[in-house]
């Protein structure tokens, strides 16, 4: 707990550098930058080969690789879907916020749609007026909620899941 603390400490105090904006994670360093402090916050992200490929205020674009996820019929294994679909939201709320708020999940509810042979990819987005909203209501309160919803593909575009998750944010201490 000590050391994710000492992480989310170290976050804040990146996001809030002059030195790296937001846009200086558009670059390849900066998305390994994330990447490992996603992996160090969530160990099992780093086993399952979790990897944010884009990420811009409101939107994240990552992957997990079938290699090290394929269950006993040789697709990926349901687990590594729900990683996949659940973790951006984290991701958005710790980077669009700068790390002032911690993201908490209070459900999270995944329909599999079609056997994932292949690497699969998720797209997320929060509109700016919702990024809006979650900024007024942490104002005015000591937590806010909102919905993410997930579309996850496969290397050749099919849908493979759908996942809408369910968060809460607070203020980091």
């Not at 160090?40 to 990552?62: D, N, Q, S, W």
Request: with cysteine; aromatic share 10%; hydrophobic share 40%.
């Amino acid at each position: 707990m000590a050391i994710q603390h000492s992480l989310y400490g170290g976050l804040r105090q990146w996001m809030a550098s002059d030195t790296l904006p937001l846009s200086g994670l558009r670059s390849a360093s900066g998305l390994v930058a994330v990447n490992t402090f996603v992996g160090l916050a969530i160990p099992f992200a780093r086993r399952c080969g979790f990897k944010v490929l884009a990420l811009e205020r409101g939107y994240i674009r990552a992957q997990v690789p079938i290699g090290r996820n394929r269950n006993h019929l040789g697709t990926m294994y349901a687990g590594a879907l729900f990683t996949l679909g659940e973790i951006p939201g984290g991701v958005l709320v710790l980077f669009d916020f700068g790390g002032r708020f911690v993201p908490i999940l209070e459900r999270y509810d995944i329909n599999y749609i079609a056997a994932a042979k292949s690497d699969v990819s998720v797209e997320c987005q929060l509109s700016p007026e919702t990024l809006t909203q979650l900024e007024t209501q942490m104002t005015q309160s000591d937590r806010a909620s909102f919905e993410l919803a997930s579309t996850m593909t496969d290397s050749t575009g099919k849908l493979v899941a759908e996942g809408i998750g369910y968060y809460q944010m607070r203020y980091s201490r």
